[in-house]
């Protein structure tokens, strides 16, 4: 079925308000994982399933980088989302280790999902965040999903993002103010990934 085909309804999952998983969406920046741990307590809370989403925005980074992809060899292309897809995933796995928790949130900060007996999906995809956010909300059967939103000066802490998902979905979404800091990791391709490409 194609993206723009599915209807971003609630699911048959869904009784009574019951929480069976969660999505939990992460731009992988260093805030990101306090926003996993609302998201571990909820699940805890009602022995949810957790789907762990982070979209790869391809060729979006820069003009600049649209131009260096559009001259490389489609194999090229291959391994180079290969390897990204790869780093993502590493990234999450690592976050779901006791060690960094420790590392991030002391010994008893935090929670660790290698402790909390949870089925948790890592899943790293391609193409527009929002998209992909409501696809797989729709597709892994969600009935709820919990992403972080930057705060910005004189707004809401709520961001496009957000509230475009929040007006879409059909399913509740539980937004976690991330404040003090600015992003620090693009969604994008890396530019140290492409063959040839420097970023002086």
């Known amino acids: 079925m194609s993206i723009n085909h599915i ?36 699940a805890r809370q009602f022995n949810a399933e957790i789907v762990c989403l982070h979209v790869i925005e391809r060729y979006t980074q820069s003009a600049t980088m649209r131009y260096a992809m559009y001259y490389l060899t489609e194999e090229d292309k291959r391994k180079i989302l290969t390897r990204e897809r790869n ?47 409501l696809r797989h909300s ?6 709820l999903i919990v992403m972080g939103a930057h705060e910005k000066p004189f707004y809401t802490f709520t ?15 539980t937004v976690v103010p991330i404040t003090g800091e600015r992003k620090h990791q693009s969604t994008g391709l890396l530019p140290s990934l492409i063959p040839g490409f420097s970023t002086t």
């Open 159 to 173: 961001t496009n993002l957000s509230k475009r998902v929040m007006k879409r979905s059909k399913v509740p979404v």
């Open 7 to 42: 209807d971003y309804m609630a699911t048959d999952s869904v009784d009574n308000n019951k929480i069976n998983r969660i999505l939990y969406t992460t731009d992988l920046t260093d805030s990101s994982p306090r926003v996993y741990q609302y998201a571990l307590y909820l």
């Open 138 to 143: 729709v597709i892994s059967e969600c009935d």
């Open 87 to 133: 780093k993502a995933l590493e990234i999450i796995a690592e976050r779901n280790r006791q060690t960094f928790i420790r590392q991030q949130f002391g010994n008893e900060g935090g929670l660790y999902p290698e402790e909390l007996g949870l089925n948790i999906v890592n899943k790293v995809v391609f193409g527009g965040i929002e998209e992909q956010i």
